[in-house]
């Protein structure tokens, strides 16, 4: 059975650092489309940051510069790199994976969700 764990998060000053995980268990060929959402409080889920099987990346305009989307294939792991973080950032993170099983069938993924929280 495919699944996917999401780690990471936690508190931080404005202008911290913090990095998101989601990996992938079970037999995948690959992984293709990576997307991270959030949640801020109150509000609907919003897209941050995409990328394409073929290594095309977009991020949403207040992310832009500081925020960046990284694979390790070989562990199944994909990240979100968040620096120079900002109190409009604290949110619950989502990843959702869409992975190529080994039946050749592509599925999407989701995480649990983490929490990211900017404040001094």
């Known amino acids: 059975q495919v699944q996917l764990v999401e780690s990471g998060g936690g508190a931080t000053q404005p202008g911290g650092s913090l990095t998101l995980s989601c990996t992938v268990s079970g037999r995948v060929n690959s992984i293709n489309n990576v997307t991270w959402y959030r949640q801020p409080p109150g509000k609907e889920r919003e897209l941050v940051a995409h990328s394409g099987v073929k290594g095309n990346e977009r991020y949403t305009d207040s992310v832009k510069g500081r925020f960046s989307i990284s694979r390790d294939n070989a562990k199944k792991t994909v990240y979100l790199l968040m620096n120079s973080l900002k109190p409009e950032d604290t949110a619950v993170y989502f990843c959702?994976?869409?992975?190529?099983?080994?039946?050749?069938?592509?599925?999407?993924?989701w995480g649990q969700g983490a929490q990211v929280t900017v404040s001094s």
């Open positions: 959702n994976v869409r992975v190529l099983q080994w039946n050749a069938r592509e599925i999407g993924l």
